[in-house]
């Protein structure tokens, strides 16, 4: 008798084991297919690159741009890019998570403080693409936009 109750203690361990193992496992199946370091977000607009927010240029007709979306808005508030331009989009916060759409585009990232969330992307078509903030942040998420001019 003592015995059963041993043995059911030892399953319901397993079954607990298993459960952590798979939480586990689906936690990191979770991670962001895209590469990202961390970066200090109290820091962020002391920290390079992101002190200096838009576009560098770091090869023909090739950038980086830094971008910090915060509550509520987004840093550089405007940016020009050149025609036909390859752009790393690499993006962060400061405060809570935002996101980081550019219309049109395939661009989608999630702004996450303490993270830097990579994307790269061509402009092929010249326009005005708006940049809006696809996940609920606060009081003045639906303010948050900004503009991105392609010529
Ligand atoms: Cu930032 Cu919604």
Same mark, same amino acid.
């Given at each position: ?17 298993? $459960? ?6 689906? #936690? ?5 297919? @895209? !590469?990202?370091? @961390? ?7 002391? %920290?390079?690159?992101? &002190? &200096?927010?838009?576009?560098? +240029? ?5 950038? &980086? ?5 915060? #509550?509520?808005?987004?840093?550089? #508030? ?7 331009? @390859?752009?790393?989009? +690499? ?7 935002? $996101?980081?759409?550019?219309? $049109? @585009? ?20 010249? !326009? ?5 903030? &696809?996940?609920?942040?606060? #009081? ?6 900004? %503009?991105?001019?392609?010529?």
């Amino acid at each position: 008798r003592l015995e059963k109750i041993w043995l059911a203690i030892g399953i319901a361990m397993l079954f607990v084991f298993l $459960g952590v193992i798979g939480v586990g496992a689906f #936690a990191m199946g979770m991670q962001p297919p @895209t !590469g990202h370091h @961390t970066i200090d977000p109290e820091k962020v607009s002391e %920290t390079y690159p992101f &002190n &200096n927010p838009g576009l560098e +240029q770091v090869g023909e007709n090739e950038y &980086n741009a830094y971008m910090i979306a915060y #509550a509520f808005g987004f840093n550089p #508030a405007k940016m020009e890019v050149p025609l036909g331009a @390859t752009v790393h989009f +690499q993006v962060t916060s400061p405060d809570v998570v935002h $996101g980081f759409q550019i219309t $049109g @585009t395939t661009v989608n990232l999630m702004a996450v403080p303490g993270e830097v969330n990579h994307y790269t992307y061509r402009f092929d078509k010249p !326009g005005e693409y708006l940049v809006l903030c &696809n996940e609920y942040c606060g #009081a003045g998420h639906e303010f948050m936009a900004t %503009t991105i001019i392609v010529k």
